[in-house]
């Protein structure tokens, strides 16, 4: 099973740039210092059977094993053992944290042995071998801890997928945590659950000696985090149960024990894995103990990054009013659009059909309203130029006479002139000069006009549209640029 919570609006103008630089961090240790830390493992390995020290500490450690036994007809020989039982008992004596403490303490091979020196410099190369090893030496050991590796763990990783897996969780988790507390907490709380994590990971595995890495840890508190952080607000998150998948919103704060429940069942039942599924558990938990410190202290509203955003019902708008035009009743359907934008001003999609609507009963006045509205809006939004030719076009021979306003047949004219229609730009020029419209919109026509002539190499009608500006409009801003650039 797996449920993950998805970010809403995230907001580029304040972008959750903490979560991108833990992010960053983790991605950039693991490509700048841990990319050969497979081979010096391994080479440490060789060294440890090549150099006999494997023939002097495993039988050590099979006559400690033996010692445990509650069979003492049982024993591990060294002698008798195959290759593939040799490495399985030297990866259970390198996770034995008892044994190698007691190894390096001197209790297992005293300095009374005849090869205790051998021992004793064999041993210290092999440490330092796989000291190489970054994931190894500040990776969080239960068994012998420190107070660097409590930290240094939860920004290290056992692989690409490890770390690639790892960072998908951490932005969707996040980006949400971000956004919903104040930035100065996030680090610390983020560190918290991280520590959290390999707390509870140290208190049931102390005779452990395999080192613990990786961001779940932190990351389950970030998840942890957000459950108490949002509450009973619904949150998108995303659903797996085998074959079936799919997204829904749910209570935050369900999620929680939904979470905390699936790493216990894999704790006590899942069998045997590389997973510190307990470790993921202690930053559930202290996650959403920061959460409620959180909001307690804090009173965090919830921003509308995670707000379900409005339903848009301009569909159904539009849906309703094409069934009362199938149904030929032409005003409804054109009076349900104009409520509809009343609620979404300005809605290209709506618009659109209102037009085609109107076109079917091209008698009723309101065709002309419905088109010059549309039209405002190709005309108004940058390279709709030729969507409002187009639509001009199919207006003209849709109806028996065009009844557009002065207003929109400047607009259309400044639309043809940037789409390079010049041809009819001047006719529409000539019309409104020729009924002396009082056009405040006119001598900006006129100077664009008179700057798409020259653009052409037209000087003649440049020159034309330039003196027409100059002695019409003598007291315009644009007649003082004409003047200035001649």
Request: proline share 5%; glycine share 8%.
């Amino acid at each position: 099973m797996i449920i993950i919570p998805l970010s809403g609006r995230i907001s580029w103008k304040n972008p959750p740039f903490l979560t991108i630089a833990l992010v960053l961090v983790n991605c950039l240790v693991f490509s700048l210092f841990q990319l050969n830390d497979d081979r010096h493992y391994y080479e440490a390995t060789v060294f440890y059977f090549e150099s006999g020290l494997a023939q002097i500490e495993m039988p050590a450690y099979l006559d400690y094993l033996n010692t445990l036994q509650s069979n003492p007809g049982e024993k591990n020989n060294f002698d008798d053992m195959d290759d593939e039982t040799l490495i399985s008992y030297f990866r259970k004596m390198m996770a034995d944290a008892v044994f190698l403490k007691m190894l390096r303490g001197g209790d297992i091979i005293t300095d009374d042995m005849p090869h205790y020196e051998k021992w004793e410099t064999l041993r210290t190369e092999y440490e330092e071998k796989k000291l190489e090893s970054v994931s190894y030496r500040f990776g969080f050991k239960p068994g012998f801890p420190t107070t660097t590796t409590l930290f240094t763990h939860m920004f290290l990783h056992g692989g690409w997928a490890h770390l690639l897996g790892n960072m998908v969780f951490l932005w969707l988790a996040g980006c949400l945590v971000e956004t919903a507390m104040k930035r100065p907490y996030f680090l610390p709380a983020y560190i918290f659950t991280g520590l959290t994590s390999v707390g509870l990971f140290w208190v049931f595995n102390q005779s452990s000696a395999v080192q613990l890495v990786g961001a779940s840890g932190a990351i389950s508190g970030l998840m942890g985090m957000l459950t108490t952080l949002y509450g009973f607000n619904r949150i998108r998150v995303f659903y797996s149960l085998g074959f079936y998948f799919n997204y829904l919103r749910a209570p935050a704060i369900l999620l929680l024990p939904i979470w905390v429940g699936a790493e216990l069942v894999q704790v006590f039942w899942g069998g045997p894995s590389n997973v510190a599924y307990l470790a993921h558990v202690g930053g559930f938990i202290g996650g959403g103990a920061a959460g409620l410190l959180i909001t307690r202290v804090l009173h965090v509203d919830i921003p509308e990054v995670i707000k379900e955003a409005p339903k848009d019902r301009a569909p159904e708008y539009i849906e309703q009013a094409l069934k009362e035009a199938g149904e030929l009743n032409i005003q409804e359907a054109i009076t349900i659009l104009d409520q509809a934008l009343g609620e979404y001003p300005g809605h290209l999609e709506i618009m659109k059909q209102q037009y085609k609507i109107a076109r079917l009963d091209p008698d009723n006045a309101v065709i002309h309203t419905v088109a010059g509205r549309l039209l405002n809006a190709f005309c108004t939004s940058e390279g709709n130029g030729d969507k409002a030719r187009d639509l001009y076009d199919d207006y003209i021979k849709t109806v028996k006479k065009p009844k557009l306003s002065l207003q929109a047949y400047a607009r259309l004219t400044a639309a043809y002139i940037s789409i390079g229609d010049t041809a009819r730009a001047e006719k529409f020029v000539a019309m409104f000069l020729k009924r002396k419209a009082d056009m405040p919109e006119l001598p900006v026509i006129l100077m664009k006009l008179a700057q798409a002539f020259k653009k052409r190499g037209d000087d003649g009608k440049h020159e034309k549209c330039r003196r027409i500006l100059l002695s019409r409009f003598p007291e315009s801003r644009e007649a003082a640029l004409m003047t200035q650039t001649r």
